[in-house]
């Protein structure tokens, strides 16, 4: 019993001590204010950037935007361009290309990209030298460049080719320039009056992005140390964009027809039809940029 005793006089004492006392984090204050200012950081930061996010693709060229780049097909021995400017119409006055109904973007026999969209597959972000290839149905990819036939190519009437003679498919490793190995590349300028050898991608060459009016791009099937130049009619482009004073508007281009992106069907509906600039067309994120290499 008076073990007992000892124990409940020791407990009353304990008790009694601590009465009035504050308890204490391990090493002060300092660690639960620092948490607590923590998260009331983090929530203050995810609020401002919820609130502060652009739109869903504000970045130019937009509908907007009138832009022209010269551009130009360099295969083995001379320059090439597309044929035909997509703007067929049939009887009844109405655009029938569905790949130029679909974003707007097209040329006019002139190695000249006219880049006004109308609808949001060729605005911001999903701007890129695939829409323009895409319209002509030309797919490019890390090594190979296929049109739809040899005869969607032809010469620029001013710096023809020495042999006009294209292919329909140029492949590395199977298609030779002279009995040479060849491969497909890209250069992009950001200025026809630029001096500088172009920034040269040889991956995911469709991705490379229209930044800016102006612009320049060669699409090469060459040797790997051969010259590659710009388009020697570039220099022109503010003349041959100026040409083109008779811009198509939106709601001339879709009449009496309209179409979804790739893989959809088409429809006729009435002539007072408008542009649908909705479109489920997939931008591929970052890992799929274009690979560029010096020069």
């Known amino acids: 019993m008076a073990s007992s005793s000892s124990s409940t006089k020791k407990a009353a004492k304990l008790a009694q001590k601590g009465k009035g006392q504050k308890i204490r984090f391990q090493g002060g204050t300092v660690f639960p204010i620092a948490v607590a200012a923590t998260l009331i950081l983090g929530l203050a930061l995810i609020v401002?950037?919820?609130q502060s996010l652009p739109a869903a693709d504000s970045s130019p060229p937009t509908i907007d935007d009138h832009w022209h780049a010269a551009y130009g097909f360099y295969l083995c021995d001379g320059w090439y361009q597309l044929e035909g400017n997509l703007e067929e119409q049939n009887a009844q006055g109405q655009f029938i290309n569905t790949n130029f109904l679909r974003t707007g973007i097209h040329s006019h026999d002139d190695g000249v990209i006219h880049w006004h969209p109308?609808?949001?597959v060729a605005v911001g972000r999903r701007a890129t030298l695939g829409v323009f290839l895409d319209s002509y149905e030309v797919q490019i990819t890390n090594d190979s460049l296929t049109f739809p036939s040899a005869s969607a190519l032809s010469a620029n009437e001013q710096f023809p080719p020495a042999n006009f003679n294209p292919l329909a498919e140029y492949i590395e490793g199977e298609?030779?320039?002279?009995?040479?190995?060849a491969e497909v590349s890209v250069k992009a300028w950001g200025s026809f009056?630029?001096?500088d050898g172009g920034k040269r991608y040889i991956s995911n060459m469709d991705e490379v992005h229209v930044d800016n009016d102006g612009m320049v791009f060669g699409v090469y099937f060459t040797a790997r140390d051969a010259d590659q130049p710009m388009p020697p009619w570039a220099q022109n482009l503010p003349q041959l964009g100026a040409a083109d004073t008779d811009q198509i508007r939106p709601e001339d281009l879709l009449q009496g027809a309209t179409t979804t992106v790739a893989g959809s069907a088409t429809s006729e509906p009435s002539s007072n039809s408008t542009?649908?600039?909705?479109?489920?067309?997939?931008?591929?994120?970052?890992?799929d940029a274009p690979t560029t290499t010096g020069g």
Not at 175 to 181: A, F, I, L, R, V
Not at 275 to 287: C, G, L
């Open 48 to 50: 401002y950037s919820r």
């Open 118 to 120: 109308y609808t949001a």
């Open 175 to 181: 298609t030779m320039c002279d009995g040479e190995d």
């Open 275 to 287: 542009p649908d600039t909705s479109t489920d067309t997939v931008v591929t994120d970052q890992t």
């Open 193 to 195: 009056t630029d001096t």
